[in-house]
T-cell receptor, first 113, second 114 residues
Framework: SQKIEQNSEALNIQEGKTATLTCNYT??????LQWYRQDPGRGPVFLLL?????KEKRKERLKVTFDTTLKQSLFHITASQPADSATYLC????????????FGGGTRLMVKP | DAMVIQNPRYQVTQFGKPVTLSCSQT?????MYWYQQKSSQAPKLLFH???????NEADTPDNFQSRRPNTSFCFLDIRSPGLGDAAMYLC?????????????FGPGTRLTVL
């Protein structure tokens, strides 16, 4: 069966450290992968998109890697801040249809001052 | 600001009493989506419209219906809500450019079924 797996356990880190979140998938060959941030009681907000032919993408303190051989994406937040505390969701276009995303269950990040 | 708006933010209904959730967008996007999200779970796609074309997910219960009367508005109708339908309902839009569409979400409507 097709799966998108994110660590369901919360990740607790100290302010200033780098947070690394993992997204693993099976039985897909997605053309791209997206990361979203979701705060409690709010809708997800798009952060980054990385294509299958891109190894790495950066945006300010955020970095995403995409390894299509390992079927894995890593999401890094450097110099983390308490304001980065949220749930982070990865999403894939599992049908390569262009408009359809399937989301992972998300990983909750807690950055402590 | 251009955005996706959902009303109401909180909706309480009784078991079996029909309820309608609404979504509007000022982004002029072609595609509108409805997701159901339960606590600590992934958003689950219920259906989407590409312009006027309706696309229902195979496992979306018949109890859930949708209407899109124009580009800006989309409605989710739950004909006979059950206790298991209590969830956050998220509306999203995307431009409809095939290949790398990102989705823009509204704030969600939290539905409570008594």
């Amino acid at each position: 069966s097709q799966k998108i797996e994110q660590n369901s356990e919360a990740l607790n880190i100290q302010e200033g450290k780098t947070a690394t979140l993992t997204c693993n998938y099976t039985n897909y060959s997605p053309a791209y992968l997206q990361w979203y941030r979701q705060d409690p009681g709010r809708g997800p907000v798009f952060l980054l998109l990385i294509r299958e032919n891109e190894k790495e993408k950066r945006k300010e303190r955020l970095k995403v890697t995409f390894d299509t051989t390992l079927k894995q994406s890593l999401f890094h937040i450097t110099a983390s801040q308490p304001a980065d505390s949220a749930t982070y969701l990865c999403a894939l276009d599992v049908n390569n249809a262009g408009n359809m995303l399937t989301f992972g269950g998300g990983t909750r990040l807690m950055v402590k001052p | 600001d251009a955005m996706v708006i959902q009303n109401p933010r909180y909706q309480v209904t009784q078991f079996g009493k029909p309820v309608t959730l609404s979504c509007s967008q000022t982004l002029n996007h072609n595609v509108m989506y409805w997701y159901q999200q339960k606590s600590s779970q992934a958003p689950k796609l219920l259906f989407h419209y590409y312009d006027k074309d309706f696309n229902n997910e195979a496992d979306t219960p018949d109890n859930f219906q949708s209407r899109r009367p124009n580009t800006s508005f989309c409605f989710l109708d739950i004909r006979s809500p059950g206790l298991g339908d209590a969830a956050m309902y998220l509306c999203a839009t995307s431009p409809g450019d095939r290949g790398t569409d990102t989705q823009y979400f509204g704030p969600g409507t939290r539905l409570t079924v008594l």
